[in-house]
């Protein structure tokens, strides 16, 4: 998962860039690796700023001081495909045809076929790993068909479909038309999210937002706001004083089929995706494991109950309520250290676990505690986390999953490419425990999970990572051919550095 964000303001003589860096801001926790704006100003020109590194850190107020114009898009990465290199951060530009630049959050799962076929059947040169920069040149590819000197929007939904027929994966994108306009799309199967916003001004003109999350539309008052279908394209003109929006249902949805994941850990608890309040789906979490706990933990004392912070908060503290046991912090955040998971090596990941969460003893010592984690993937969290409780005193520690045990990569949206890194894989659940060295593993069952997120309109849901069969299918060679770019990008032994082979290009960060 990634942040995308799109904004369009109806006054043409206004600078969009501080709106697109505080919702970036507000994105951030979908992607910590690196951060880019492009705008559009007045003359059809792209302006951009991009480069590795947390939003604040990247859009500096001498480098964003440039960046005019009423439209623009943003970009939080964080990696999964090709590498972390600095090339590789989004937006992604191409001059030809019109001038398009484009953001993109998912994986395409048939990279090997699409790179094949830009260079020997369309001749278009592909200049790093990252799958979005073929998903950008594919749909270069296919408005440059109608060989026209200006396109319409009917020209840009055709070549979407184009895009549709040839793109397999996950993905929901937001790209401008350089002078022309900005569009929006999502995957036919809607496995990542995209929502559409409008907010009316004083003057009774709209101005338009495009995002990931809902919570970024909220809090910049776009407070009449609907999610993408999937398989739907929007296009917002430049100058959205003049003219309205227009939506196009490009391909007929495929399944609705949101990603699970993000339900469990990626999206903020304040976003509503899909019509599903992500916080209400964490608080059903919390019940159905209660009651899952009070079946398998039924001749156990425990003493306290305590999540793993930040993410699984929500879903403990509903747990606790519903075991009638008291609810405790015992794991004291450092708020200055970001998420650990989406971080790009093992390394980081492991020290950052330590540096981020400290015990307090007093309520470990002497206890039986239940820890609460919205996930277990690779274990990293787990395993150090009851390393801590008994190093604080613990006498027994239990350890409870939101989500079921995770035993297959999830190719949409999950940097990892070799399922034997999952702590899961292969084991059972008494290993798992055996593994982390707790005391007993509760793992959340994936009925339940379904059942806490389900509406009427949406009862399927990306679950591959639990299941192992992708509603997209998987050409052969994509996992190895991932793997294969990871290996080459590292450097000095040190598990995905920056690429080796990192290229400063016009149109990447100068610093
Ligand atoms: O088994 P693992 O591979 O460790 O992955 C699972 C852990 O990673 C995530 O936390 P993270 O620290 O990324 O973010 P959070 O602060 O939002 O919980 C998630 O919430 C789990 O705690
Ligand atoms: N997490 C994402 O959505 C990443 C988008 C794209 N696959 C990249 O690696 O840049
Ligand atoms: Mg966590």
Redesign the pocket.
Known sequence: MCGILGITLADQNSYVAPELMDGCIFLQ?RGQDAAGLTTCGPRGRFYQCKGNGLARDVFTPNRVVGLVGSMGIGHLRYPTAGSSANSEAQPFYVNSPYGISLAHNGNLVNTVSLKRYLDEDVHRHINTDSDSELLLNVFASELEKHNKYRVNNDDVFHALEGVYRLCRGGYACVGMLAGFAMFGFRDPNGIRPLSYGERKNEDGTTDYMIASESVVMKAHSFTTFRDLQPGEAVIIPKDCSNAKPEFRQVVPINSYRPDLFEYV?FARPDSVLDGISVYHTRLQMGIKLAQNIKEQLKDERIDVVMP?????RTCALECANQLNIPYREGFV?NRYVG????MPNQKE?TSS?RN?LNPMESEFKGKNVLIV??????????REIVNMAREAGAVKVFFASAAPAIRFNHIYGIDLTDNKNL?AYNKSIDEVAEAIKCDKVIYQSLEDLIDCCKTDKITKFEDVFLLGNYVTGVEDGYIHELERVREQNKRNSIEDAKSAVDIGLYNCADY
């Open positions: 926790h850990y793993v912070p930040d993410t699984a955040k998420r650990t998971f989406i990941r676990v981020k984690d919205d996930s277990i993937v690779r274990g990293t969290t787990s702590i």
